[in-house]
């Protein structure tokens, strides 16, 4: 598995960006996807994850309604819609997986990460 996320970007507060995670070994299909976020001086922290089938989905309470995780297992990429954008969603966003389908929460249970997509939001 070797992951590319893509996507980021600047946005001002209220608004939409849409990241991807894509993986060039084209293993991703039935493994469990999620996405962590960083800032400076913090640990990574869940955003979402999503099951090896897509059926599941997980969200942190700071995003749920406004984030959105889907995957595309024909295109072995993973996508997270971001709408209703706020400051304190800016970070580097960083997109993970492990070896089985369930979406588990905490950084220690994915095994592949990708290389990290800042996102900003400006108030």
């Known amino acids: 598995v070797q992951l590319q996320a893509s996507g980021g970007g600047l946005a001002q507060a209220g608004g939409s960006l849409r990241l991807s995670c894509a993986d060039s070994?084209?293993?991703?299909?039935?493994?469990?996807v999620a996405w962590f976020r960083r800032t400076p001086g913090k640990e990574r922290e869940f955003v979402t994850a999503?099951?090896?089938?897509?059926?599941?989905?997980y969200y942190a309470d700071s995003v749920k309604g406004r984030f959105t995780i889907s995957r595309d297992n024909a295109k072995s990429t993973v996508y997270l819609q971001m709408n209703s954008l706020k400051p304190e969603d800016t970070a580097v966003y960083y997109c993970?997986?492990?070896?089985?389908?369930?979406?588990?929460?905490?950084?220690?249970?994915?095994?592949?990460w990708g290389q990290g997509t800042q996102v900003t939001v400006s108030s």
């Open positions: 993970a997986a492990r070896s089985g389908r369930y979406p588990y929460t905490r950084v220690r249970d994915y095994d592949y």
């Open positions: 070994g084209r293993t991703l299909s039935g493994s469990a």
């Open positions: 999503i099951s090896g089938s897509g059926s599941s989905t």
